[in-house]
């Protein structure tokens, strides 16, 4: 992305309406986070038990994915390796063709936004309609998602009446939140009537069982994977669990962690085929896509916990001001900043471990505990690495030079007395920060040359 | 007590006030302060901005000249931090007793009431830092509350960030003014004339959107008032 996050941010920054919006939703949603939290005894065990069955996932991916795979296959389910996004594709691509199927309903899905998976299908002639609410505006406007949890969180509601108006509505409409959600509800009954192959993602996948979980809010995803003949489901391979009991420790952390809620309205478990009920047909992507990269990374392995819950967005003081677009990735906010670069190759996201003030708000409510901050650090220092030698890094190595020696220091310090005011008047980091903020000047004495002279 | 007295590269430089008043504090209540002259900088910035080679040869720098001091005060819990939080995973060792000032009064030396006076509506802005990292708790506001004539108030969003965050502040200006105007706003509508903090950056950061805004409300370390009489 040309600029990266600064400049993509500046841009966001400058919308008001998106800033309101952003404050609005990110502390309604913090507030009914930390209630529901607040009211668990034993919030930091689960938090703790989380992040351990994570860690030996990922500790031992290739024993669990194979188990995996058998109890889907004895279930009657097809399981489907991918490499890659085009791999994941392409499998999606020749089931829909194998049944002469041209429309397909979805749920939401990050890891099917990760892959591009709507233009492919359409590349293809396939039609793929989004049945979460949000993620239905956002297609109908040609539009993208802007937060983990709640897409469309940058709209607002007389937007989407217009927009609507313009698409869907079969009869004139008010803003209204009902309104709109019986106009969303009346158009896509229709297709769920009709579709005849569902494509989800997954929360978490069972190892023991071969059970894809499935959590949601609006009944669209439950729909996604009950009607159609065909169901097609798409998971990292990060997403199992190994047992069906730990499902009990994650269905506690996630819905409270995302939604503020004690439980969320749907959870669909899926263990292959069952005649005569639901899909007869189901199909399993398992999907690398980077994932065995970052696995092989001893620091940054832990955003492969992710729970995709969204906590550390609605709390982070950089995503709450510029939004998810800033970070031109799908994976926006805090877990953005170090599962993007991660994924897609830290060359090509070179901005976004820098996308926070470490403020460490984000590993504090992590319900499996990523220590987002220790990442970021990691990361930065790969970008260091990769843009050596750059002209900031002759500074940093210059100003390490100084700081290694107490002469210099103190040189330093002297000279500073003359650089300083010339300095804010040159573009450059004195320059930045003095656009926005008074800068208080140098004082008389430094505290080593007090404490001489006392 | 004998304490060594780490003023920090940027404390040393552009806020000596901190430091001088660390030293009244402590010398007030009876111990003995030295500065370590060779001291420089701990190597946060070069951590955090990705130079980890040149973060650990500050680290050991550090290590070394502090290392025949048992006890160690500093008035920055992002500094502290980075040596007693970060230290370990850097070098492989840290200085076993290295404080934030509050740190050190409160839960080491058991002091509460260091015989401040300052008659002045105060807010505290608890830094990220000496929350999520050096976790100096309620440390601060115990001091505070101690003080007398001083009239605390409550910042809304107190735990948000200010928008400091080091290079942050120069590498993603926008954002990090955006955050700072709300902490400005928040401190503005508490009424306080002083806005507080253990972390002499963030209240640089503070401080200067606070004269830019055209408010009256200025910016003191925790130290400054503990050392006012």
Known sequence: MKGGFPEAARRELANPQLRANLRNATDTIRAKRARVVGELPDWEELREAGRGIKADVLHHLEEYLTQFEAAAQAAGAQV??????????????????????????????????????????????????????????????????????????????????????????????????????????????????????????????????????????????????????????????????????????????????????????????WTGVTPGDGPQEMHIVLLDAGRTRVLADEVGRVALHCIRCSACLNVCPVYSRTGGHAYGSVYPGPIG?????????????????????LCGACYEVCPVKIDIPTVLLHLRAKVVEQHSPSAEGLTMRAAGWVFRGRRRFEGAQRLARFAF?????????????????????????????????? | MKIALFATCVGDTLFPEAARATVTVLERLGHEVV????????????????????????????????????????????CVGTVRELYPELVGSTHPEVYELSELLVRKLGVTDVGATFPHRVTYHPTCHSLRVTKVGEAPMTLLRHVRGIQL???????ECCGFGGTFSVKNADTSSAML????????????????????????????????????????????ILAST
């Open chain 1, 80 to 269: 489907h390796w991918a490499r890659d996004a085009a791999e994941a594709n392409a499998i999606v691509v020749e089931i829909a063709r194998a049944h002469g199927i041209t429309d397909v309903v979805k749920m939401k899905s990050l890891t099917t936004d990760e892959i591009h998976l709507n233009a492919a299908l359409a590349q293809a002639g396939i039609t793929a309609l989004e049945t979460d609410f949000a993620e239905l505006i956002l297609q109908l406007d040609g539009d993208w998602p802007s937060h983990i949890l709640v897409p469309a969180i940058h709209r607002n509601r007389t937007e989407i009446r217009d927009l609507f108006a313009r698409t869907i509505a079969t009869r004139p409409l008010t803003d209204d939140p009902h309104d709109l959600a019986e106009a969303a509800r009346v158009y896509l009954r229709e297709k769920f009537l009709d579709a005849r192959m569902g494509v989800s993602g997954a929360n978490f996948g069972v190892a023991e069982t071969g059970t894809i979980c499935i959590v949601e809010s609006e009944g669209n995803g439950r729909m996604c994977t009950t009607l159609p003949e065909v169901l097609v489901s798409i998971l990292g391979i990060e997403k199992l669990v190994p047992t069906f009991a730990d499902l009990e420790v994650f269905l506690q952390l996630l819905p409270r962690s995302s939604t503020g809620e004690r439980m969320n309205p749907y959870t669909s478990l």
């Open chain 1, 337 to 357: 900043a170090i599962l993007t670069p991660q994924l897609i190759g830290v060359e090509k996201a070179p901005t976004l471990p820098y996308a926070s003030s």
């Open chain 1, 421 to 454: 005011p010339l300095a804010r008047l040159l573009p450059g980091p004195l320059a930045s920060w003095t656009k926005t903020r008074d800068l208080k000047p140098l004082p008389k004495q430094s505290f080593r040359r007090w404490w001489a002279g006392r």
């Open chain 2, 35 to 78: 500065f370590p002259e060779d001291q420089t900088c701990c190597g946060q910035m070069h951590l955090n901005s990705g130079y980890r080679d040149d973060a650990r040869k500050l680290a050991r720098r550090f290590l070394d000249v502090f290392a025949e001091y048992d006890v160690v005060v500093s008035p920055s819990s992002s």
């Open chain 2, 153 to 159: 108030v409550e910042l809304p969003r107190a735990d």
């Open chain 2, 181 to 224: 105007a709300d902490k400005c706003s928040s401190i503005v509508a508490t009424g306080a004339d002083t806005c507080t903090a253990v972390d002499g950056s963030c209240l640089m950061q503070i401080g200067g959107g606070l004269t830019r805004a055209g408010t009256s409300v200025r910016t003191l370390h925790l130290a400054e």
